[in-house]
């Protein structure tokens, strides 16, 4: 998907996801998988370069957080199961 598209089945608007687009660039969860022009501007479309995570026991054994790590994991994961 593109930044835009992607945008556009969170029902946000075109800019707000592209600090997050870099930032898991950046960790290489994700990877650009083609790059075209358009009106000048270079559009790329990304995919999951990552199928498995690892995640660091201090994250989920600081207090409060063990929850909210919960709660995020089974979000994603209904979103992954629903499509």
Do not use: C
């Amino acid at each position: 998907m593109t930044v835009k598209q992607l945008a556009r089945s969170l029902g946000q608007p075109p800019t707000r996801p592209y600090w997050h687009i870099k930032v898991l660039e950046a960790a290489k969860l994700i990877r650009v998988a083609s790059a075209r022009l358009v009106s000048g501007i270079q559009e790329s479309q990304y995919q999951v370069a990552q199928l498995a995570l690892r995640l660091s026991r201090d994250l989920v054994v600081e207090p409060g957080n063990a929850s909210e790590v919960a709660k995020a994991f089974a979000a994603a994961l209904d979103d992954f199961l629903g499509d």
